[in-house]
């Protein structure tokens, strides 16, 4: 089994909301991670989980939360966004700590802020 | 800080062409390289990993080759298909999880 699912597969959201996206791996992958993606862009990353450490791209605004309860789940915590934080957001994970494996993504959610 | 360039950014061919992608990296101080596929509004899909220590890798109709020295790779498709269009992304290995993706060559294979 090679793959990661993501839920909600759409997500339309106030400003004022508090929503969460979950990712699911049963692939015993140690790395999972949280990307964003705008049209016609590429994915910029935002967060890593490995080993239960985790790792936050700077310029991530903190109304983004992740968590990691365990494994083989992520879950990315949402709440007061901006119109701009509108894009397809991809989950993905891998084997190896050091990052030399290979990355299996997820199908995203595609997160509309009104 | 390490940038990634794809050429070219748009590419439409008839169906049974090879075809060249080419991906551009500024630090060859890189972990790998990973090609990847996107549908329109899909997750990605991992085609070909180079390690940092490989020249080239195959899979089917397609060949993925490093230059690292150079601070490039192509990603040759063979006798292409209408299936083939999707967006072709590169990403350059850092280390430590840290990726960075180029902005991708969206295909269109023209029956």
């Known amino acids: 089994d090679t793959e990661v699912t ?10 004022t909301n508090k929503k969460s996206l979950k ?15 705008k049209a016609k862009k ?15 791209n ?18 990315l915590h949402l709440h007061a966004l901006q119109p701009e ?11 190896d700590r050091s990052g030399s494996d290979t990355q299996y993504f ?8 009104l | 800080k390490q940038e990634v360039t794809q050429i070219p950014a748009a590419l439409s061919v008839p169906e049974g062409e090879n075809l060249v992608l080419n991906c551009s990296f500024t630090d060859s101080a890189i ?18 990993l180079i390690q940092s220590s490989q020249r080239e890798q195959t899979s089917g109709r397609l060949n993925a080759s490093l230059d690292k020295s150079s601070g490039r790779s192509t990603l040759y498709i063979a006798a292409s298909q209408p299936g083939d269009s ?21 295909l269109s294979v023209l029956p």
């Open chain 1, 6 to 15: 993501q839920t909600p597969k759409h997500l339309v959201m106030g400003m």
């Open chain 1, 106 to 113: 997820g199908p995203g959610t595609r997160l509309t802020v």
């Open chain 1, 58 to 75: 700077e310029s991530v605004p903190s109304r983004f939360s992740p968590e990691c309860p365990n494994s083989s789940l992520l879950n």
């Open chain 2, 31 to 48: 972990y790998n390289l990973q090609w990847f596929r996107q549908d329109p509004g899909k997750g990605l899909t991992s085609l070909l």
């Open chain 1, 23 to 37: 990712c699911e791996q049963h692939m015993g992958h140690r790395a999972m991670y949280w990307y964003k993606q």
């Open chain 2, 86 to 106: 999707a967006t072709y992304l590169c990403a350059v290995g850092l280390g430590g999880q840290n990726f960075v993706f180029g902005p991708g060559t969206r």
């Open chain 1, 42 to 56: 590429p994915p910029e990353l935002m967060f890593v989980y490995s080993y239960e450490k985790l790792s936050i």
């Open chain 1, 85 to 95: 934080d509108s894009a397809l957001y991809l989950c993905a994970s891998s084997q």
